[in-house]
């Protein structure tokens, strides 16, 4: 699913507008469960992303498979997935929440960084994190830890659908990060919520006018018949 290409004026729109109005958006179409809980940026200047996800999968350590040696392994789960990731993708890591080790540290940011990934969005944490910011590459997580992966983790598997901070992600989803944190958005509806979404904001900002001149709550926020006749004359003189 990864390799089907998704127009990138629909990613754009999608770049452009916040995780809370995509959250709406979903909500008004019945989904309610594709926030992905404790993804929040590594900094406050962590860029807002939008981009098909490529999934990795953490499992609970177990003792006898806690080797150092499998990370020369190139087809362990976690090397495997840094060289295969492909570009303009986001690396989505389903740690289970745990936030004892880090999912990844500032090298394999570095590496994720120079292949041209979008990003990393995990419910789990990152060792290093001041390096890792300092490599560029987008992070959103659940804090740091200094313990390596194999500390807690065992990679498990890549392109597989996981349950990343309590959402489901399937490989080639939309996922947008910003401030708020991250969501997930269905492939198939990606396209419908990059159109409607922009539309929201507008109303919003406008809706925002009116309660700053002083307009009630109630009427204004949802808008009324008689608040929604006014935004249609507002956005009639507005340039396109």
Not at 18 to 36: D, E, F, H, N, W
Not at 202 to 223: C, K, N, Q
Not at 227 to 232: G, S
């Amino acid at each position: 699913m990864t390799n089907q290409s998704i127009d990138e004026d629909v990613l754009d729109k999608l770049r452009s507008v916040t995780v809370a109005t995509i959250t709406m958006q979903l909500l008004k179409r019945g989904l309610r469960s594709c926030y992905i809980a404790g993804a929040m940026p590594l900094t406050d200047d962590t860029p807002r992303i939008a981009a098909p996800a490529y999934t990795l999968r953490f499992i609970p350590m177990r003792e006898d498979l806690s080797d150092p040696a499998v990370l020369s392994n190139p087809e362990y789960a976690p090397r495997k997935s840094v060289e295969e990731i492909p570009p303009g993708h986001i690396m989505v890591i389903d740690c289970r929440g745990v936030t004892s080790a880090g999912a990844l540290g500032d090298i394999i940011a570095l590496r994720l960084k120079v292949r041209g990934v979008a990003g990393v969005v995990t419910d789990g944490a990152v060792r290093d994190g001041v390096a890792v910011a300092e490599t560029g590459l987008p992070v959103y997580c659940a804090g740091h830890a200094a313990p390596v992966s194999l500390g807690e983790h065992f990679g498990a598997d890549v392109q597989q659908p996981v349950a990343c901070g309590g959402a489901a992600v399937f490989p080639g989803d939309i996922v947008v990060a910003d401030r708020d944190g991250a969501v997930v958005v269905p492939r198939a509806l990606a396209a419908e919520i990059a159109a409607a979404a922009p539309e929201q904001e507008r109303l919003e900002d406008f809706l925002t006018s009116r309660i700053r001149d002083g307009h009630a709550l109630i009427g204004t926020y949802p808008p009324n018949e008689d608040t929604l006749a006014a935004y249609e004359t507002w956005k009639a003189g507005q340039p396109d």
